[in-house]
């Protein structure tokens, strides 16, 4: 495996000392089956991270409800003492249910309970940034997110966070919450198929803040569209390559994170932060 990512491909967000490199790596896959309990291979799990990093990803999305605890455990086991540069990113806001459900936990005593937990399996004493997952299963409900920040901002008054960042929320949430604190990145559902941060990535953008896309090729629904296989085939890579190539050439804010637990998969989306898509490629997959 040779493929480097572009070590000029980085994003420094405005209030931010940050230098992230822009194809990063999500961690929700290190879980087991529906993102719950261990994985079937923790070794290969371990491998996978171990070579994330080696090609240069810098930048790691996490939550301590992946698993729960397990995706945090394992990124500590594999990369623990972290590398200088490398930045971990996670978020809190909601819990698992012993069902499996995912369940709203922004009380002002969860929100603290979950950055200990955070902390503790990552093995850290300061977290990055954490990111406010805002209340809303299937998307943002637009609810009002002032109470959970102030609680953000006490454990980063109290050295417990470095930065902030929201995740699930619409622009009327990122601009309450720039009443109150910086915000150097918002994590929302966005693809190819799905694009209606549209306007939020170029308000974002011109503000210089990060924007992570998460699911960026389909989620749990994978990506498949004619014209996305046509111009892979076109290119001699992979569809989901192009889709995230898509996604870095939107707009230079934007941060990607896809995750897999196969170290060939890694491999393949590395190679997609150097792939340059033409315009007549851009074009088509723009008419999507």
């Known amino acids: 495996m040779t493929s480097y990512l572009p070590s000029s491909d980085q994003f420094i967000p405005t209030h931010c000392d940050i230098r992230f490199n822009r194809l990063g790596y999500g961690a929700m896959q290190l879980a087991g089956p529906h993102v719950w309990g261990p994985p079937k291979d923790r070794a290969a799990a371990v491998a996978v991270l171990r070579t994330a990093i080696e090609l240069g990803i810098n ?6 409800f992946y698993g729960p605890h397990v995706t945090n455990q394992i990124i500590r086991e594999a990369l623990h003492p972290y590398r200088d540069g490398l930045t971990i990113v996670t978020k809190i806001g909601f819990k698992r249910g012993d069902d499996q459900s995912w369940l709203p936990a922004a009380s002002a005593q969860q929100l603290r309970d979950a950055v200990h937990d955070n902390l503790r ?8 940034v954490v990111n406010l997952r805002a209340s809303g299963v299937t998307g943002p409900d637009g609810s009002s997110i002032g109470e959970a920040l102030g609680t953000l901002l006490q454990l980063k008054q109290e050295g417990l966070i470095r930065h902030i960042g929201l995740s699930n929320v619409n622009p009327e949430q990122v601009a309450e919450a720039q009443q109150v604190t910086e915000i150097v990145c918002v994590q929302n559902q966005y693809n190819l198929a799905q694009r209606g941060d549209d306007a ?8 210089g803040i990060a924007y992570v896309p998460f699911f960026p090729l389909g989620g749990f629904t994978p990506l498949q569209s004619d014209v996305l296989s046509q111009t892979a085939a076109a290119l001699q890579v992979k569809p989901m390559q192009v889709a995230l190539a898509w996604l870095l ?3 230079p804010n934007v941060l990607v994170i896809p995750g897999t637990s196969s170290l060939a998969h890694l491999g393949e989306n590395v190679a ?9 490629s851009l074009a088509a997959l723009d008419a999507m």
């Open 59 to 64: 930048h790691i999305d996490t939550s301590d």
């Open 200 to 207: 939020l990535i170029d308000l974002l953008a011109a503000q």
């Open 249 to 251: 050439q939107r707009s």
């Open 272 to 280: 997609a932060g150097a792939l340059q898509l033409d315009a007549a």
């Open 121 to 128: 399996n990552l093995g850290l004493e300061t977290l990055d």
